[in-house]
Each structure stands twice: as C-alpha cells, then as structure tokens.
C-alpha cells in the first residue's frame, strides 16, 4: 500500500487548518451556493445591526461558480462556432490541449496516457491496439451538449490523472419537440483531380460493412481452433492446398488506378418531452452517416550514422488513398419526477477504414535495392455504450444521492492485412519478391463494467454560506482480449520468370496454389507474442467536503482510496508456453487533494490546488506483442516491465470575468513524475526497427496558461453591417518547459534486455524534453454573431510547436536524435447563416480548413534532415444544409 504525501505546505497549512478531508460528486459538480458571493462592508446608520451581506459574482458562468476546480469549459455555443466534427478537433480550442493523429488529447503536453475520457462519468473503453485511452476522433460534436476539461485533480475522479479528466456530456432530451435534417458535402485539395489508389472490396464497403467477402474461410477458421500451426508438420499437402484456395484473391488483392470522390454525410435528430404521469419523459436522437476520402503521398526514411552525421539509407515514397465511414446512433430516454430522475443513455460508433497504400525505395535491410511493397487494409473500429444514471434529492434538497452503471464494449477487426512485396530486374521493372508478402487477421475485443454512487449532503454555515459533505464509491472492470494471426505464401520451388512478372491475382490464383508452387503457411511469434489477456480491476472510495467556512474563500478537501490490479498475459496459440511471462502490476493508493478558490472581489477569483495522482501503463504498453501501425508505418511493441508513473499536481489560477461571457484567466501549473512512460526505438530481433516503451527515471513539467474572450459592440455605427453585429476576439496560450532527468547511474528495464538493467542514458538523454510536450501551444478566434440577419462567421488559427514522438535509437557509444513533430499553423474558417423558407427554418454551413497548407512533418535532424514521415494535408472545404422541423 502506498500513502503520497504532499510537500506544498503553504497551501496546505492554510487549508488544512480550517478544513478537514471529506468529498464532492463523483460525477458531476453539486448545485450549491455560488462560491462567487462575496462578504463585503455596508455602510450602516449609527445603531443599525446588519447581519452579514453577500454580492453576487454577476458575470461568473454557471460551470466556473458551481465547480472548484480549475476547468476549461466547452459548451453547445462553442461547439457550433469553431464547426468541428468530433470532439477531438473541438478540443483543439482549448486551453493548454493539442491533438495527436487527429484522435489523441494531450493535456499540458502530457499524452494521452496520462488523461482520461469518461462519457457522463463513465469510463470507457478503447478499440485501438496501442492505447487504453478512448480516441475522441469516435465522437461526433453532434451528440454533445458539452465538454468539461478539468486540469487540477478531485477526489471525485479516478485516480489515473496527470494532464486533466474530459469528461463527455451527451445531449438531453428537449423542452420542445424537434426533428433537424443535415446533408454535407465536402473535398481536400490532395483529393480534387487526383488519381487515387484503390482494390474493389466487397459491393457494400461504402455502409461500412463488409458482404462477407473478408470473413475468415472456414477452412482456415477450423485450422486457427485446431491449436495446430498452419504448416506442413501438422498438415498434409492437399489440406494446406486447399486452406491456400479459401482465402479471397483478386478484390482484397489487386490494386487499381481511379479518380477520388466527394466525402459527403447525413444527419438527423430529434427529440421531445411530454408530462406522462407524474413526471415528464423524455426522448432523444441523434443518427449521423459519413463517407470520407483521405490521400497522401508520402516520404518514409530511416537514417544511419556515417561519421557523425545521419544520412537517409532507406527512403520511400508511399502513396496512400483512405475511406473512412462513420455511423453514429445515440438515444436516450430520460423520465422525471419532482426531486427525482433517472436517465438511461445509450451510443453506438462505428468507424471503418479501408485503405489502399503502395511504397517504393531504396531500403537499407536490402542492401540499397529498391523495394516495392503494396498494402490493402480494411479496420472496423465499433464502440457500444449503455448507462443508466440516477440523481434523487431528499429533506427539501439537503440531501442527495447520485448512482450510474455502465456497459461499454469496444472491437477492432482487421481481416486480410495483405502485404506483397517487389523488388527490380535488370531491365528495371518491378517483379515478385514472394519472401515480403504477409496476410493477417488481428481482431480486439475492449470491455467496461463499471458502476458509482454518491452522497452529497448541505449543512448552511450562514445565510449566504454553506458547507456541502459527500461520500462515494466506484468500479469498474475492464478485459482485453487480443489475437494476432499471420500467414505467407511459400514459394515451394522458384519461381519462373513469367510468375515473378505476373499480376499478383495471377500469381495467388487457385492454379498457383499447390503443393509444387505456392504454400500457405503460418509465421507466428517471430517477434513478440500473437495474443494476451489483459485486465483492470480499480475499487475506489472517496470523501471529501466543499465548504465556505471562511467567507470568501471556498475549500475543496479530499482523499481517494484505489485499489487497483493490472495484468497483461501473453498466450500461446499452439499450446506451448508464452515467450514472455504474465505481468501483473498491483498497487493501493491514497490520493489526497486540496483546491481553494479565494473571491476577492466582485467576479475576480484565485483559486490554488494541489494533489497526488498515478498513471498506470497502457495495456498495449505492456503487451509484448508487435503492431504495425499504418498511419506511421512504424512497428510497435509493448514492454513488461513497465510500473505506474506516481504525480504530484499545483495548480494556480486568476479569473476575471468582466462582463457577460468574457473573461480574462491567468494560471500556473508544476508536475512532478516518477517513472513516466517514455517511447523509445529500439532494435527488433530481425534487424528492422520497432517503437517500444520504457519508465523514465523522473520528469518535471510547468508552465502558464492565459486566455481572454471578449465581445465589441457598434450600435451606433452608420454601416449597417458593423451595427448588427457583435465581434468576438477569444485567444488562448500555454506556455510549458519539461525535463526528462537520467543520472549516470539510473537503469531501465527494456523489452531486449528481457528484464536485466540497461543504462538509462541508452535510451533517453539527461535534460530532453518528455515525450509529446511542445513548449507552446495556441489558439485565436475571430468572428462575429449577427442575431439581426442570423450570421455567424469565425476565422480560426491554431499553433502547437514541435514536439519529440519518440527517442532516437541508442547504439554503443552515441545515441541517434529523438523523432520530432512539427504540428505547425493551421487557419480554418466557419460561416453559418439561418434563413426561413416554406415556413420552415434552415441553416447553411460553409468551412474551410489548413488553409495555409501546413503539411505534417516528422523528422530526425543532424547534419542531414531525416523525414521519418512527411506529407502534404491539403486544405479542405466543405458545405452543409440543415432543416430544422
């Protein structure tokens, strides 16, 4: 059992001494007494007792009164202005965020292992193979009232916190009934007139869903349950033979040439309230559709020392052309009785990628010789959500008691990741080098159950004070179940000539498939394991109490308990005993955690926090199972012998809310981390690269944050176009320095040296910066609101400064430079215009995005600039059509 003790004694002493550990909500902040009320002097007549006076913070928005936390707030408003498309881009807006991959949240530069995603409060899992974390890309803005980022710890949340919690709130149903229809339509310049790379699929790819063409033929499913690897020791010729023929051919296959087209969407949703009873029930909808085109040409490079310089051995132009296709569904119904309701929300998402990609270079492991290898790829990521929740109130409101249990259960499917490679002749044309091909089958299953209840009881300190104690507990249980299964085609004899220059549906036809010319065998634990179990078990209890007992100051004081099991066990598929053993990672923690925000003056607030939280590795982290991820290109593989990072958060910020939404905050923050968790590269047993990850010794991260919203009026301006509307300037900037610390005599324990100590220096350089961190992060919004003729129109530039992906790969006696992104600038532009017709209301939207063209670079530099991974993103435009019933 481990109890963390904090050391910020001045804001301890101050609180403690006049509070003691006690509880807020779990999920959700508790309706209370404004803490923007503040006593001030009264002049009085001479003998006049008054009794105590309060004035009432005006400007404070309802979010930043009622929670005590320093939080970031994203609301419908805000969501509709900046017109992004899930809540991953939404959250690009806010203060201190960026975003990775178009999916990932970092928080104050942390990654996103290092924050969590709950939806209503609940937990929820993730389909992706590299992180525990739920990527935000799966979640359309349109099934979202808002958005809560809270970046100091509470008790009321789980114990895994070191940048912020986000905490996803779905729509609710409406005061009236309504029915709202949305078309869009939409292009990227590397799209319009390009040529795209394609293979036919299945007749219904274009739903998401496959016709059944990728299903796994029976025959090889019989022979993956037999236990028995695919291979002529366990199998006759003939039986091999006819396994080989099952498999799909030319549609999964053969690559084509044709134009890109259009991405395009439908939306629709509705909802409505009526008295039923002695309540009123409530109904919601919300049903989206999206069929996306993404095209890229890449350069893919590795470098080599030579002297003192890195030199690109390996350089490949890779050309990419990707479908995405959405489906979202959320439905909710919801009944409420005085005092009393309870709500049962459910979402399903259902993300499809299919994907065509061809690479050609020099390659450094072929001794220089160009190599060609084509890729088909089809990912089904699918997450389903259900909860029920409860808020009941009692003793005229004094008293309340908040439950939820949630189901939640993710899958990723990736049948027939097919890889054929090719090398040159001597008359320079590509021919079959059947050593390269691979075909896999990967599939990931993700579930949470989990549940909470709290207590919440107000005890009036005076009129215009109070003190609000709680109590709560919470569970969850989340299982992963991975497998890996990877076959290849064997040539039996050398191959001719004329099957080498053949059309690889030629070449893979039945014809070839026999025991004298090609064999389907199967390749397994080659590097690392092909399936694990993983599992994560927390229990946690809390209390806390929020209380103005001095006036002025508001104090939230708290403890967490958690008792957390971790394992991660890799399994045979044939039976024998894993390569690596099962990790299991079992810790008990106290969590304690202080926040207090002083009112000083009519809507000016200084709040002050300080917590101990953890981190606990990823499952993917902690699988020795190798991944190739198709966005990088780049392998990756877990490590077992990770431990949980332990963090101490402060936490500092100014709030001055000078008129109605506009704000000016101010705020300083400081981490310390034992053992993070860091990328490395590292070399695999065949020679090639790989990504994996290792515990750092320590780290520490500060840094500011400001931002200012504020809104000009000019009614009496003579154009008409600047009287009607009112301009908004809003501007966020975070400015943070990490440090990664390595002493001469600190070890690690990494994947290759199977559990013994290596220097740490090896690895990571004394004084680097962490992992994912970019020193400046910034955004700035432009824009009016014209209510008169129902406008709104908002310029948008973001800014995020380079940051280190992974460490550069150790060698004896020098160490290559770290892997560095430049996210760079991005301008878009939003305009929306409503406008009745037929009697009905309607909306149009126009966007533009990266209208400066910034393009994605990824880098090694010294001497020579190395691109790991560069290529132009395109500036894209879209336009949507909305009825509203």
Known sequence: MKTLSMTLSGVLLATSAIIAPAAFAQTAPVQQTPAAQAPVDVPQDEGTELGEVVVLGRYIPEPNRESSEVAAFLTTEDLQ???????AGALARVTGLSVVEG??????????RYSSALLNGSPLPSPEPL??????????SSILSGVTVQKSYSA????????GIIDLQTVDAPGERFISMEASVSSNTENIGETGLFYYGSDTDWTGFDDGTREVPEALQIAFGSGRQLNRANYGEQELQRIGQSLSNAPLRLLQFDDIPADWGLKVSGGLSSEAGDGTLG????AGYNNNWRHRVATQQQGQFQGAELVPVTSYEAVSTQNDIQLN??????????DHEVKWTNLYVRNTTKEARSEAGPDFDAGGSVIRNDYTEWFVRQLFSTQLAGEHYFADGALEFDWRVAYAKTMRDAPYETRFQYGVNGAGDFIHNIQGNLISFSNLDDDILSGGADVHYTLPLSDAREAVFSLGVASFDNNRNAERRDLQFYAVNALTDEQRESRIDFLTSDFNINPTTLELREIAGTNGASAYDANLQVNAAYAMVDAEIIPLVRTTVGVRYEDGVQSVTPRDLFGGAPAFAATQIEEQYWLPSVTATWNFAEDMQLRLGASQTIGRPQFRELAPQAYTDQESNRTFIGNPYLVDTEITNIDARYE???ARQQYVTAGLFYKSLDKPVESVITAASTGDRQQSFVNAPEATISGAEFEVKKYWEFPEASMDFLATKRWLVQANYTWSDSEVSVDAADTVLDLSGGGAPSPASFFIQDGSRMQGQSEHVANLQLGWEDDTNRSQATLIVNYVSERITARGAGQAGSREPDYIQDPGVFLDFVYRQDFDMWGKEFGIALEARNLLGTDFDEYQELGNKILINNYNIGTSFSASLTARF
Do not use: C, H, K, M
């Open 81 to 87: 202005r900046t017109g992004d498309s899930d809540a």
């Open 103 to 112: 999916r990932f949240v970092y928080v104050r530069g942390l990654g996103e």
């Open 131 to 140: 992180q525990r974390v739920v990527p935000l890309d799966l979640f359309p």
């Open 156 to 163: 009321n949340y789980p114990g895994e916190f070191g940048g």
């Open 283 to 286: 109904l919601i909808f919300v």
């Open 329 to 338: 569904l959320l439905t909710g119904v919801s009944y409420a009785v005085p």
């Open 656 to 658: 001055w809310f000078f």
